[in-house]
């Protein structure tokens, strides 16, 4: 018993992550390095922009506000489903679908798209959770599902310029807990979960690059500050997941890591909008 503690112990610690975080350096996927953030924001205000989410979305906008008060220019927004209203705020967000349910999110998503005011240009998008793609999930069905309805919207909606998101990726469980599962036979959360998730992102990015605008999260959440990638491995392959010190729970993005998605969505939004 006592030497099994020790091992855990000993995993324990090599499972720690001492990255130093500076707030101010993580890496641009999309910009410049010495992007004016504030500029940026003034762009995306002259435009009409519908975002769908659910939580870690709530986490993308509190990333927004940081960089609204770091700049002093303020993105109008609204929360509203009610697209018919006069609603006069350049970027406008919504709840969509239901969590765990990727079907429902696509199908509010092509809903809440077609009611959509026809007489101006217009940018949607929505992104799933990390719950709606799980490690049981059929890749397969749910992509050739999204595909059909994405392309609906393409061909039917002319005046809406639909951008796709990758499904955001997770941590991988470490401590006690992970360590327990293993010695279970059973794996740590993250680890079969996020597998399926890059399937889906792959074959998003290599059907799709050309035919819709991409933003890529799982890129974004996955990329160290330096460049490099963060990845763990399983059964002799690598793949990618998002480092601890981006997220507050394996899932959900901390003050650190909505900073960083912030910022390449509005640079990304920018250049898309163009």
Not at 115 to 126: E, L, N, Q, R, W
Not at 132 to 139: H, L, M, W
Request: proline share 3%; aromatic share 12%.
């Amino acid at each position: 018993m006592r030497r099994l503690v020790y091992i855990i112990s000993i995993l324990l610690v090599a499972s720690c992550n001492n990255y130093q975080i500076d707030m101010n350096e993580f890496h641009k996927m999309y910009g410049g390095d010495n992007e004016d953030v504030g500029a940026l924001l003034q762009e995306l205000s002259s435009h009409k922009i519908y975002f769908g989410h659910q939580s870690v979305g709530f986490n993308i906008i509190s990333g927004i506000e940081q960089w609204e008060q770091e700049t002093g220019v303020q993105l109008d927004r609204v929360e509203t489903r009610d697209f018919a209203e006069n609603v006069n705020a350049p970027f406008v967000h919504f709840r969509v679908g239901k969590n765990g349910d990727p079907n429902s999110k696509i199908d509010d998503f092509v809903s809440q798209v077609e009611s959509i005011p026809g007489d101006s240009t217009s940018v949607a998008f929505f992104k799933f959770c990390y719950v709606d793609i799980t490690g049981s999930s059929d890749v397969d069905v749910v992509f050739d599902y999204y595909k059909e309805k994405m392309l609906y919207l393409k061909d039917n909606f002319s005046n809406c310029n639909i951008i796709l998101v990758t499904v955001p990726m997770t941590g991988v469980q470490k401590g006690i807990k992970a360590t327990a599962k293993k010695i279970l036979s059973r794996q740590p959360s993250g680890v079969l979960e996020n597998i399926k998730r890059n399937e889906f992102n792959e074959r998003l990015i290599n059907e799709f690059s050309g035919v819709f605008p991409v933003f890529d999260l799982a890129g974004v959440e996955t990329t160290l500050p330096d460049g490099s990638t963060q990845t763990y491995k399983y059964k002799g392959g690598e793949y990618p997941c998002m480092p601890d010190f981006y997220t507050s729970d394996l899932g959900h993005l901390n003050d650190f890591g909505a900073r960083i998605v912030a910022y390449n969505m509005i640079a990304f939004l920018a250049e898309e909008l163009k």
